[in-house]
C-alpha cells in the first residue's frame, strides 16, 4: 500500500500501481521468507558472516531479477537483460532490500526476546534443581543428628525418650510437608525451631542454659523452610556437647518491618583435658549459603565470628511478604 500510494501520486493512476504492487507481494514475500527462515536461522547457528551475506545478496538479486520480468511481462514490454537490469533495477533492488530488511530487523528482536527467555528458563530450573538437591542432602543430614539425640536419650533408659520420640515426630512432619515450599509461614519455622531446642533441652536438662527470643511479630511473614536448624545444630553439636563446664546458648530472632535479623551464639570450650577442641565441618553450613545465595542473592548479609569463648552467627535477610 505504501509503494502503491507513492508511485500512484507519481504516475497519477493508483488503481495500476496498487494492483502492480500487489502483484509484487509474492516477490517481496519469497525473498523475505527465504532470509529469515533460511539465511537468517544459517548465520546463527554457523556464524558465518560472508556465506550469510553471499546467500541473502544472490536471494535479493534473483528476486528482483524476477520481479522486473515480471513487471516487463504485464506492461508488454521485451525481456531482455540489457533491459532488466538498467536503473530501475536499482531501485527495486533498493525497495526490496528495504522490506526484506525491516522483516529481518523484526525476527532478529523477536529470536532474541525468545533466546533470552529460554535463558532464563534454564537458569531458573537449574537453580530450582540445585535448591532441590540441597534440600536432598539437608534433610537426611538434619534428621541424621536429631535421631542420634534421640539415641542418646535412649541409652541411658531415660523417661524422657517418649517425649523425645513425640518430638522427632513433629521434626519429621515438618521436614516431609513444610519443606516442599520453597517458602513458608515465619510462624511454622519457629515452630520448628521451638521443637529443636525442645528435644535438645531433654538431652541436656539443667546442665545447657538455653535463650531464645523472638522480637517483633512474624505473622505475614514467609521465609525459606529450614535456613536457621543448621546454625542452631552447630551451636548444640559444636558447643554445648563438648562444654563440661557451662555452656550456654543464646539465640535471637528479630523482625523488624521486612527484615529478619538472627543471632546464634554458644559457648565455646577451649581445653578439655589438656587439649585443644577443634571444629568439626559438615554440609551443613555450605548447604545454607549455597541456598542464601539462590533464594536471597543480595538480599542477605552472613556473619560467622569466633573468639576464643564464644562463637556467633549473624544473619540478616530481607523478609518475603504474603501477597
Request: overall charge neutral; glycine content about 6%.
Amino acid at each position: 500500500m505504501i509503494f502503491g500510494l507513492v508511485y500512484g501520486k507519481f504516475g497519477n493512476d493508483y488503481p495500476y500501481y496498487f494492483l502492480e504492487s500487489l502483484g509484487m507481494v509474492p516477490f517481496v514475500m519469497a525473498s523475505t521468507y527465504i532470509t529469515i527462515y533460511l539465511i537468517l536461522p544459517y548465520y546463527l547457528r554457523k556464524q558465518s558472516f560472508f556465506l550469510s551475506l553471499i546467500f541473502f545478496l544472490g536471494s535479493l538479486l534473483l528476486t528482483c531479477t524476477l520481479q522486473r520480468m515480471f513487471l516487463r511481462y504485464i506492461n508488454d514490454l521485451e525481456i531482455r537483460i540489457s533491459e532488466i537490469y538498467d536503473l530501475s533495477f536499482l531501485s527495486l533492488f533498493l525497495e526490496t532490500n528495504f522490506m526484506v530488511g525491516i522483516a529481518m530487523a523484526i525476527k532478529l528482536i523477536k529470536t532474541g526476546v525468545e533466546q533470552q527467555k529460554e535463558k532464563f528458563e534454564i537458569e531458573k530450573r537449574t537453580l530450582q534443581s540445585e535448591l532441590n538437591l540441597l534440600k536432598a542432602q539437608i534433610h537426611p543430614h538434619f534428621l541424621f543428628n536429631t535421631m542420634n539425640n534421640l539415641y542418646a536419650l535412649s541409652i541411658g533408659q531415660s523417661t524422657k525418650t517418649s517425649e523425645g520420640i513425640a518430638k522427632v515426630s513433629d521434626l519429621l512432619r515438618a521436614v516431609l510437608y513444610d519443606c516442599n515450599e520453597v517458602y513458608i509461614d515465619m510462624e511454622k519455622e519457629i515452630a520448628l525451631i521451638r521443637n529443636y531446642i525442645d528435644l535438645q533441652t531433654l538431652r541436656y536438662g539443667n546442665r545447657l542454659s538455653i535463650e531464645f527470643r523472638i522480637e517483633g511479630c512474624p505473622t505475614g511473614i514467609r521465609i525459606a523452610p529450614m535456613l536457621y536448624i543448621t546454625f542452631i545444630e552447630n551451636c548444640f553439636k559444636h558447643g554445648s556437647s563438648n562444654d563440661s563446664d557451662h555452656p550456654w546458648i543464646k539465640i535471637l530472632l528479630r523482625i523488624d518491618h521486612r527484615q529478619i535479623y538472627f543471632v546464634a551464639e554458644n559457648s565455646k570450650p577451649q581445653w578439655i583435658n589438656g587439649k585443644v577442641t577443634e571444629e568439626k565441618g559438615g554440609i551443613g553450613l555450605e548447604n545454607v549459603r549455597k541456598r542464601l545465595e539462590i533464594l536471597y542473592k543480595n538480599n542477605y548479609n552472613l556473619t560467622i565470628s569466633e573468639s576464643d569463648h564464644q562463637h556467633k552467627v549473624e544473619l540478616v535477610l530481607k523478609a518475603v511478604e504474603v501477597e
